[in-house]
């Protein structure tokens, strides 16, 4: 009976574990989420190399201040316009790797998404 109860215990246990880790890679690291970014970026307006590497540190920069502005806990006023601020530093940085051409372009697919989420 108590190999029983052990068996069960280390299963019990493998499968809190694995829930646990499961939970963690959802959990994306910003690296992660400016490669897809920049990806989707370079979709939509055809990036160099070198624009690429360019935007790829940008959406870094800008994904780590997001989550360290949401990590802080601050009130929901300051942080709504800390991360307008981030959002504006880092348009303000794309606008000035890409060209004309490509930069409206991007702003054309970004009221495209604010429309989505308004409806």
Known sequence: MKKYIT????????????????????????????KIKTHDLHQLVDLTGEQQGEIFKVFVDAESNMSAISSQGQNIQASQKTKSAVLENTNTRIKAILNPEQYAIYLKSLEKEKDKVKK
């Open 7 to 34: 068996l069960f215990s280390v299963i019990a246990l493998f499968f809190v574990g694995m829930q646990n880790s499961v939970a963690q890679e959802k959990k994306q690291r910003p690296e992660e989420i400016a």
